[in-house]
């Protein structure tokens, strides 16, 4: 993979295990295989990103299958739309769990080699995610200020993850696909009737992105039933729910279960 540096946006080269620019910038590879490419200087806190609690409580989560069916609708929308991207990005990409899914299930639709690169202002996700994934690429970067070239990726996947429309058109190349997923209208609508008094949906996602042509757009609704305690916990740690809800409320979920919808919106966009 091919990185900018982050300082003055010059080529990075790779020699033995640092990144470095012509105008000495360095950056030292992590022993996981990762690169740090988040300078001190433009950290907006100490330790930007999801802490280690919701990383570690997602990452259980997931590991689970509960939210295989998402993962399994993106990659087969990713092979029907994007069949032959060789270069492939995951903006937010936390753990690595839909990056690992999405570049196994195109590697086993072709026969020409991908190249997948993970990227999240976490650090602590982006550590497990190289140690799990080492045929993967990741970095620790702001989506705000990606360090890749122009045009690089034939294919971009941004799920639940915060980023800049600049960036989008910048990186991905003429043609290529952007795959988003963010909340449907009812997403976690029961956790809202615990928590509000008025509860209300999640407004409509506008299919519409600047530079972009919208191929595609649906919602993936199904039910989430939990019942098992560790797995609650962890679904309530890696959502922002864990800080709304009060000791009790945890305390009766926990002994009550819990089913509520899950009800994703998925985007098809165009590189114009």
């Not at 360090?147 to 058109?169: C, N, T, V």
Request: glycine share 4%; net charge negative.
């Amino acid at each position: 993979m091919q990185y900018i540096c982050p300082l003055c946006r010059t080529v990075l080269t790779l020699n033995a295990k640092s990144w470095s620019c012509e105008n000495r910038h360095q950056f030292d590879c992590a022993k996981e295989g990762y690169v740090n490419l988040l300078p001190v200087q433009k950290k907006n806190s100490k330790d930007p990103g999801d802490n280690k609690t919701m990383m570690f409580a997602r990452r259980e989560f997931l590991n689970k299958g509960y939210y295989q069916k998402l993962s399994d609708r993106v990659n087969e929308l990713a092979i029907e739309y994007a069949a032959n991207a060789e270069n492939i990005l995951d903006i937010g990409c936390g753990e690595g769990y839909y990056s690992h899914r999405l570049f196994e299930a195109m590697a086993h639709t072709r026969e020409v080699d991908c190249v997948l690169q993970g990227l999240d202002i976490s650090k602590s996700a982006i550590k497990y995610a190289a140690k799990r994934y080492p045929d993967l690429h990741f970095c620790v970067a702001s989506a705000y200020e990606m360090p890749f070239e122009d045009g690089l990726f034939d294919l971009a996947m941004r799920i639940y993850a915060p980023s800049k429309l600049d960036e989008l058109q910048r990186v991905i190349k003429k043609g290529g696909i952007l795959i988003t997923v963010s909340p449907g209208p009812m997403h976690h609508f029961a956790m809202k009737k615990i928590i509000y008094s008025e509860p209300k949906p999640h407004d409509e996602p506008k299919a519409e992105l600047e530079g972009f042509t919208c191929l595609h757009n649906e919602r993936l609704c199904y039910q989430l039933d939990l019942s098992d305690t560790v797995d609650i916990e962890h679904f309530l740690n890696m959502t922002p729910y864990a800080w709304k809800l009060t000791q009790e409320q945890k305390t009766q979920i926990a002994d009550q279960g819990l089913r509520c919808e899950l009800d994703f919106s998925i985007e098809i966009h165009q590189r114009n």
